[in-house]
């Protein structure tokens, strides 16, 4: 599974069973989908458009993909549902997805555990001082990584460590902000 902003963007599927020998499969239709993560047959696509005729984006399309060669929209995942239309990067570990728009320091939180409901749970906000925005978003093993970076130069930046391990309960607690510059 291929994100691309190309071309209106998309995400083209590969079968890659000979992985010598890649086979291009089918092209599911979106608006700069740059980011995806695929979970038991379920993927996440997130759209980093900013720019489409309605200048939001569409979030995060929710997909079936058992069968990968016609992709299926479950839900989507936006604005109106809490979250962001614009997903930069987006996570998703122990049934819940992580998203950011990389323009605001903001991330979105929610349980996906049913794909075809998923439930808003939280915003978590970094609380950096200044024009920072969240980038990149990584959750594995119970720990919630951000990288952050400052929209007005290229020399600060923060990395943000949470515990996610009952964030469907507790939240995520904050272990550890480190300035890690640009």
Do not use: C
């Amino acid at each position: 599974y291929i994100g691309s902003d190309r071309n209106g963007g998309g995400i083209s599927i590969f079968d890659i069973s000979n992985p010598a020998s890649p086979q291009f499969v089918t092209e599911y239709e979106g608006e700069e989908m740059e980011d995806v993560e695929v979970y038991n047959g379920i993927g996440f696509f997130g759209s980093d458009d900013n720019q489409s005729s309605s200048a939001t984006g569409t979030g995060v399309d929710v997909v079936n993909l058992t069968n990968p060669a016609s992709p299926v929209l479950i839900t989507r995942i936006n604005a109106a549902d809490g979250g962001h239309h614009k997903v930069h990067t987006l996570s998703v570990s122990d049934g819940f997805l992580y998203t950011t728009d990389n323009a605001t320091e903001v991330i979105k939180i929610f349980d996906v555990s049913t794909p075809a409901s998923p439930q808003f749970v939280t915003s978590l906000n970094l609380n950096i001082a200044g024009s920072f925005a969240s980038h990149e978003v990584m959750a594995q093993n119970g720990r919630l990584y951000v990288a952050s970076k400052n929209n007005s130069d290229v020399v600060n930046g923060w990395t943000h460590i949470y515990d996610v391990s009952n964030v469907g309960t507790t939240g995520p607690q904050l272990l550890k902000a480190i300035n890690t510059g640009g």
